[in-house]
Nanobody, 121 residues
Framework: QVQLVESGGGLVQAGGSLRLSCAAS????????MGWFRQAPGKEREFVAG????????TYADSVKGRFTISRDNAKNTLYLQMDSLKPEDTAAYYC??????????????WGQGIQVTVSS
């Protein structure tokens, strides 16, 4: 079973950038498709981006396309989410997730504890 730990969250002004990292242990992340989700207060958790094991194919939610980039470093067992042009509506707790299977699309099986991202206007 894989364990996931997020880092890199914090407070940033609108228009700024942040990079989230997710360290995976308990198994090579090469074997897992991985993704990012987020949950804002009072809202359901939503899919943000995913990266599959087949040619590292990526998929994004429409709300973040062109602003966020998901990537992975298999040698470091680490997943990243580069977030640019941040908006106040991106404020949420962000969760790293992993799953078996080649597609980066939901559903996912394993979850990190989450990390807060706050974008001020």
């Amino acid at each position: 079973q894989v364990q996931l730990v997020e880092s890199g969250g914090g407070l940033v002004q609108a228009g700024g950038s942040l990079r989230l990292s997710c360290a995976a242990s308990g198994g090579s992340n090469r074997r897992y498709s991985m993704g990012w989700f987020r949950q804002a207060p009072g809202k359901e958790r939503e899919f943000v981006a995913g990266i599959g094991t087949f040619r590292d194919t990526t998929t994004y939610a429409d709300s973040v396309k062109g602003r966020f980039t998901i990537s992975r470093d298999n040698a470091k067992n680490t997943l990243y989410l580069q977030m640019d042009s941040l908006k106040p509506e991106d404020t949420a707790a962000y969760y790293c997730a992993a799953k078996t299977g080649i597609s980066g699309r939901p559903p996912y099986d394993y979850w990190g504890q989450g990390i807060q991202v706050t974008v001020s206007s």
